[in-house]
């Protein structure tokens, strides 16, 4: 410690809890959609573009097992998601504004529900009835992408992972050569941590929760749930805040 350090204020950490069990629980919600939509209703990821994008080029290159130009709606319908949060960015200050777009999400995905109605087995809805839900469920993901953006100083994503496997990376190399040891750490612990959380929200769409008939509903409930947690005390997850 230098003299010029002495009696200087420590610096405060961002608090981790509130803004984590967000990030986590939408991170979960993600995956579950991701899973029972791609195999029960629509054979698209409305979430995980990456795969999507995969999709569609194998679409455009003849794969006749490609999902065809659906990819290509999700993809749209997630930028549209984005572009829609934004605007809405502009329209509402302060530290409600994530509890306002998880509001606008859970309208999406009421409406998706109003299409589809209870699910059974595995049908992929085709036809414009399916290119509208694609579209709206999608755009539910892209919404939900600016309602958690940073947790503790670490930039997260609840709606995408490779990006965070690759940061993941970076970080394990600087704590191996021992750059911001524990500056590092913290940051490797929340990102290993949102990412399994969407691998187990996958792993439970495939399970039979995601089998449930109403299995949409049960992921709109949670975001839901959350919304009203983050309306009532937005001082609480105010760290997860998109601002």
């Known amino acids: 410690m230098t003299p010029s350090d002495v009696g200087a204020p420590q ?13 986590v629980l939408l991170a979960g919600i ?13 054979g698209v990821f409305p979430a995980n573009q ?9 679409s455009i290159g003849g794969s006749t097992t490609s999902t065809g130009w659906q990819s290509g709606v999700s993809m749209a319908g997630f930028a549209l998601g984005i572009v829609a949060a934004e605007l809405l960015r502009r329209r509402v200050r302060g530290a409600r504004f994530g509890a306002w777009l998880l509001a606008a999400e859970v309208v999406l995905f009421a409406v998706a529900i ?13 036809g414009v009835e399916g290119y509208v839900l694609i579209v709206l469920i999608s755009m539910a993901m892209g919404v939900q992408t600016l309602v958690v953006r940073h947790v503790a100083g670490t930039a997260v994503a609840t709606t995408y992972q490779t990006g965070a496997i690759a940061r993941m990376g970076a970080a394990v190399t600087r704590v191996v050569s021992r750059e911001s040891r524990l500056r590092e ?4 612990a929340v990102l290993v941590l949102v990412l399994a959380a969407y691998v187990g929200g996958a792993a439970v769409g495939a399970a039979p929760p995601g089998e449930w008939r109403w299995a949409l509903a049960l992921a709109a409930g949670v975001v839901a749930a959350t919304a009203v947690v983050y309306f009532a005390a937005p001082e609480w997850v105010v760290s997860a805040s998109a601002e």
């Open 30 to 42: 993600t995956g579950f959609v991701d899973a029972v939509a791609f195999d029960r209703f629509l």
């Open 114 to 126: 109003a299409i589809t109605g209870p699910i059974d087995g595995v049908h992929i809805i085709g």
């Open 50 to 58: 990456s795969g999507n994008a995969v999709f569609l080029g194998t």
């Open 185 to 188: 750490e913290g940051e490797l």
């Open 11 to 23: 610096a405060t950490r961002p608090r981790l809890g509130p803004a984590l069990v967000v990030a």
